[in-house]
């Protein structure tokens, strides 16, 4: 079983694919923190995120030591992720990592949940568990300040709502994989539901489809 979530910055994806990997047994893979660490890692060699060909030479070498830094989940992280997320390079050379993890995912599990922005559409487009979570900018921004709140960065909501507006367009423009629901997505609108609600509409979903197939 693969489950995709897909949708824009902070919907809730992360949240939702760490409880349906809990609740279904299945691997976790975050892929946005794959583009995170290689924005950082162009970020720290003092690189444009922006330029192909340091962008991709950093997909290429890219190891585990970034997934713990401190910065990964900062929002200049965030942009930066983005702009290397439109390098076609960047992401052929970060797929089959993601599809191996899906179609093998480690500890023996018997699929996994992936989350990201062509999750559905590109790396798994034959799962039939597809959800695109959507929910107001405004309120995703406010989930945004309190995630970084809690893990000690202060932020200004404005700032925030802002920035995340801009990395949803440069996304959703982008002419490889751009961030769109899959045809056959369930798309959920969080706006007004906490984890607990979006979780039991998901799983509702995950189990009337396995029913159907
Ligand atoms: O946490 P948040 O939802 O804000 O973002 P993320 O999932 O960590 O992803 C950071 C950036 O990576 C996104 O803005 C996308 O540009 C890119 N990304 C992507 O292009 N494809 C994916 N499958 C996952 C992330």
Redesign the pocket.
Known sequence: MIIAVDGP??AG??TLARNLARHFGLAYLD???L??AVGLAVLESGGDPHDPETATSAAKQLGFDLFDHPDLRNEAT?EA??AV?AIPAVREALLSFQRTFAENPPGERGGAVLD????GTVVCPETPFKIFLVADPAVRAERRVKELRNRGVEAISAEILRDMEH?DAQ?KSRTI?PLVPARDAFVLDTTELDADAVFAAAVDFVNAKNGMN
């Open positions: 910055a902070a994806k992360g892929t946005g923190a583009y995170r965030g992720a983005s997320a990201g922005r062509d999750i990395r996304d994989s």
